[in-house]
């Protein structure tokens, strides 16, 4: 059953990420949508189709997300990306939602393969990812690492606050960014306020971690649970 729900979930569009997990969750995934009736309409149509194989259902929606470069590969300071920022929608042509969706699952593809595939003249091309990076639309490329084959082990850490202010809040997230094994910082609204990825070499550095936050950050964080992501079936970032 697992397999099936992995497989309708890879041929929807607004999907962009599927994960297997050991923890709290069995399956994670991320939907991208313009609005609630769309989401809606894929969620209707996933609990139609599996809903009696699912024991336990839980929906955060992204307020704010952060995507870092490596640090513990790179070893140096780290870069960062906004991924959503809850500002105002911007819109873009037909071929600049085609192009950002071209590069998503590889941002390496050539300009004449991207003209080919697209049927658009590499000049086009060329002057439509400018203008995109120039907005910050495209904020960065960030490599795609198979975590399982540099020994990492990958993380999702969902955090509950309590009485945190914008100040301690904004010094956790220049924590993460300053540590060299978070990867993503995001803000949610669900049934927790906080879900962060971070990339470790083992248990033992992991919880490390952990205790490292709840030293510094006791008087904030209420509650903190984790999943180990085991796989990942599908990633895009545009």
Same mark, same amino acid.
């Given at each position: 059953?697992?397999?099936?729900? /992995?497989?309708?979930?890879?041929?929807?569009?607004? /999907?962009?990420?599927?994960?297997?997990? %050991?923890?709290?969750? #069995?399956?994670?995934?991320?939907?991208?949508?313009?609005? =609630?009736?769309?989401?809606?309409?894929?969620?209707? @149509?996933?609990?139609?189709?599996?809903?009696?194989?699912?024991?336990?259902?839980?929906?955060?929606?992204?307020?704010?997300? /952060?995507?870092?470069?490596?640090?513990?590969?790179?070893?140096? %300071?780290?870069?960062?990306? &906004?991924?959503?920022?809850?500002?105002?929608? =911007?819109?873009?042509?037909?071929?600049?939602?085609? =192009?950002?969706?071209?590069?998503?699952? @590889?941002?390496?593809?050539?300009?004449?393969?991207?003209?080919?595939?697209?049927?658009?003249?590499?000049? +086009?091309?060329?002057?439509?990812?400018?203008?995109?990076?120039?907005?910050?639309?495209? *904020?960065?490329?960030?490599?795609? +690492?198979?975590?399982?084959?540099?020994?990492?082990?990958?993380?999702?850490?969902?955090?509950?606050?309590?009485?945190?202010?914008?100040?301690?809040?904004?010094?956790?997230?220049?924590?993460?960014?300053?540590?060299? @094994?978070?990867?993503?910082? /995001?803000?949610?609204?669900?049934?927790?306020?906080?879900?962060?990825?971070?990339?470790?070499? @083992?248990?033992?550095?992991?919880?490390?971690?952990?205790?490292?936050?709840?030293? &510094?950050? *006791? #008087?904030?964080?209420?509650?903190?649970?984790?999943?180990?992501?085991?796989?990942?079936?599908?990633?895009?970032?545009?």
């Amino acid at each position: 059953v697992r397999q099936e729900v /992995v497989d309708f979930l890879k041929k929807e569009k607004a /999907v962009k990420w599927i994960a297997d997990c %050991e923890g709290t969750f #069995d399956l994670m995934f991320s939907v991208r949508c313009k609005t =609630i009736s769309e989401f809606e309409n894929l969620k209707s @149509n996933l609990f139609y189709k599996f809903d009696k194989y699912l024991n336990k259902k839980t929906i955060a929606v992204v307020s704010e997300a /952060v995507t870092y470069t490596r640090g513990y590969i790179l070893n140096k %300071e780290k870069d960062e990306f &906004n991924l959503y920022s809850g500002s105002e929608e =911007i819109q873009l042509s037909e071929d600049e939602h085609k =192009i950002l969706d071209a590069i998503g699952s @590889n941002c390496r593809k050539t300009i004449p393969n991207l003209s080919k595939s697209l049927n658009l003249t590499p000049r +086009v091309i060329r002057y439509a990812i400018k203008q995109l990076e120039k907005k910050e639309i495209i *904020s960065g490329y960030k490599l795609a +690492v198979d975590y399982q084959k540099i020994n990492y082990l990958f993380f999702k850490l969902f955090i509950n606050l309590q009485s945190a202010s914008k100040t301690r809040i904004n010094s956790f997230k220049q924590y993460c960014k300053q540590h060299p @094994n978070f990867t993503y910082w /995001v803000k949610v609204i669900g049934s927790w306020d906080m879900e962060h990825e971070l990339e470790v070499k @083992n248990m033992k550095e992991f919880y490390a971690i952990l205790k490292d936050i709840r030293n &510094n950050f *006791s #008087d904030i964080i209420q509650t903190m649970d984790s999943v180990m992501i085991t796989h990942e079936h599908k990633l895009i970032h545009a």
